[in-house]
């Protein structure tokens, strides 16, 4: 059975910075990428970040590149996302994915095959 687990997720003054952690199991890490997406209350799960395991492949959302980095550490089945210079519209709860292969289809929520229970993340002053 495989299972998402998120974590790091808390309040933050703007400007600021965090790091989401997403610890998998139960999975085959060669045959799956993983990704970050967020959904703010009334609004659509929005594509932030998503890396392939078995390569350098990484991909991110036009409203935080150059501000998120994602990066994994394989040997632990962990995937984390680093934010920095968080901004209000940031607030959100965070979802990690796990969808099978890579391609432009990475992006949309609705290819992925697996999703954790989310963590929050709310910036605010």
């Known amino acids: 059975q495989v299972q998402l687990a998120e974590s790091g997720g808390g309040v933050v003054q703007p400007g600021g910075s965090l790091r989401l952690s997403c610890v998998a199991s139960g999975l085959d890490s060669s045959e799956y990428s993983m990704g970050w997406f967020r959904q703010a209350p009334g609004k659509e799960r929005e594509f932030v970040a998503a890396i392939k395991w078995t390569a350098d492949n990484t991909a991110y959302g036009s409203s935080v590149k150059g501000r998120f980095f994602i990066d994994k550490y394989g040997a632990k089945n962990t995937v984390n996302l680093r934010m920095d210079y968080l901004k209000p519209e940031d607030t959100a709860d965070y979802y990690c994915?796990?969808?099978?292969?890579?391609?432009?289809?990475?992006?949309?929520?609705?290819?992925?095959?697996?999703w954790g229970q989310g963590t929050q993340v709310t910036v605010s002053s």
């Open positions: 994915g796990a969808v099978r292969s890579w391609g432009p289809f990475v992006e949309t929520a609705s290819s992925y095959d697996h």
